[in-house]
Structure formats: structure tokens, C-alpha cells
């Protein structure tokens, strides 16, 4: 089964830490767009990250910037996204979603992704 899994998530207090992982079941990350998005409640979707399919090129949205750090492990079929110095916006359903690689550049619109997971909670609280 083609399938992103998603486990992991949590509850941390302000400043702390969290990795994120998403593994791909039934096909491989090789060549590929990742991008991590997230969804608070009443809010829109946003994208958080996102990665070209050969390592050369990633994108951060400035608020998580210098924080987060996306990236794939090929070898282990994972994409992880550390999360650190969390704050209180930062709470959210956090959703990792991939897209075959179309040149160098990943793009940071959801329907630019074809397959999603299931999405893990990421609570900030003091």
C-alpha cells in the first residue's frame, strides 16, 4: 500500500523540542518533492518546509526559520523535520505530503503534492 505514515507528534512545553518523521510504505522518496504543512484549528493550511528532490534546494517559512530543519533519509526511507525553540503558534496537526521531483526547486502550495499523511498533533503548552 502507497501510503506517508506519521507517527510521533507530541505535547512539549515553550522552547522545547520535537522531531517529526514520515515514512514511506509501497515506493521509495528517491526523486522526490517533500514538504511538511501544518493546520491549526480555524486556520488554514500552511506549508512549514519543503525540499527538492535531490538536496539542493529547501525552503522554510520565515516564522519557523533557523528553528526547524527539514530533511530525507534515503537510506531509511524517512523524512524527519527536528523542531526546535517551539512556541505557542506553533501548535497544529502537522501533515508531511510528497510529489515526484520536477527539477531542482520544491514548490509550497498543498496541490502541488499528490499524497499525504495522516497528519500528528504537535501541542505547545507550559
Known amino acids: 500500500q502507497v501510503q506517508l505514515v506519521e507517527p510521533g507528534g507530541g505535547r512539549v512545553q515553550p522552547g522545547g523540542s520535537l522531531r517529526l518523521s514520515c515514512a514511506a510504505s509501497?515506493?521509495?522518496?528517491?526523486?522526490?518533492?517533500i514538504a511538511w504543512f501544518r493546520q491549526a484549528p480555524a486556520k488554514e493550511r500552511e506549508a512549514v518546509s519543503c525540499?527538492?528532490?535531490?538536496?539542493?534546494?529547501?525552503w522554510y517559512r520565515d516564522s519557523v526559520r533557523g528553528r526547524f530543519t527539514i530533511s530525507v533519509d534515503k537510506a531509511r526511507n524517512t523524512a524527519f523535520l527536528p523542531m526546535t525553540s517551539l512556541k505557542f503558534e506553533d501548535p497544529a496537526v502537522y501533515l508531511c505530503?510528497?510529489?515526484?521531483?520536477?527539477?531542482?526547486?520544491?514548490?509550497?502550495?498543498?496541490?502541488?503534492?499528490?499524497?499525504w499523511g495522516q497528519g500528528t498533533q504537535v501541542t505547545v503548552s507550559s
Open positions: 505530503a510528497w510529489a515526484p521531483a520536477d527539477g531542482l526547486f520544491c514548490r509550497y502550495a498543498s496541490q502541488d503534492y499528490d499524497l
Open positions: 509501497g515506493f521509495n522518496l528517491d526523486a522526490a518533492k
Open positions: 525540499t527538492g528532490g535531490n538536496d539542493y534546494y529547501t
